[in-house]
């Protein structure tokens, strides 16, 4: 099985910067898409990111692609979300998810991932 812990969220201004990780437990460490998604209350969950355990492409949604960056650690089996210029609607519950494919197109569908972190809170205030 996959397991997932993430951790870095936290309450911040508008301006300022967050640093979410995830560690995956897995083992092989490979053939996985890991995606980083966003629930406000009231709306579904939301892709933000998603990266590719191998080849390390990269995904982003529109509304973050210019100040979000994913990376990965692989001797540490963790990806990195950074998190720059935040603001008030990227106040969100965010998950880190793991799916055994490859991210592709659709790398935004929440329906396609198998596994799922506890959850880490970001909240930006003005």
């Known amino acids: 099985p996959v397991r997932l812990a993430e951790s870095g969220g936290g309450s911040v201004q508008t301006g300022g910067s967050l640093e979410l990780s995830c560690v995956v437990e897995d083992d092989t460490y490979k053939n996985l898409c890991i995606g980083w998604f966003r629930q406000a209350p009231g709306d579904e969950p939301a892709g933000v990111a998603g990266?590719?355990?191998?080849?390390?492409?990269?995904h982003y949604t529109d509304a973050v692609k210019d100040r979000f960056a994913i990376s990965q650690d692989n001797a540490k089996k963790t990806v990195i979300l950074q998190m720059n210029n935040l603001k008030p609607e990227d106040t969100a519950m965010y998950y880190c998810a793991a799916g055994r494919m490859v991210c592709g197109d659709r790398w935004w569908r929440s329906a396609r991932y198998n596994y799922w972190g506890q959850g880490t809170q970001v909240t930006v205030s003005s």
């Open positions: 990266i590719y355990i191998g080849f390390g492409k990269t």
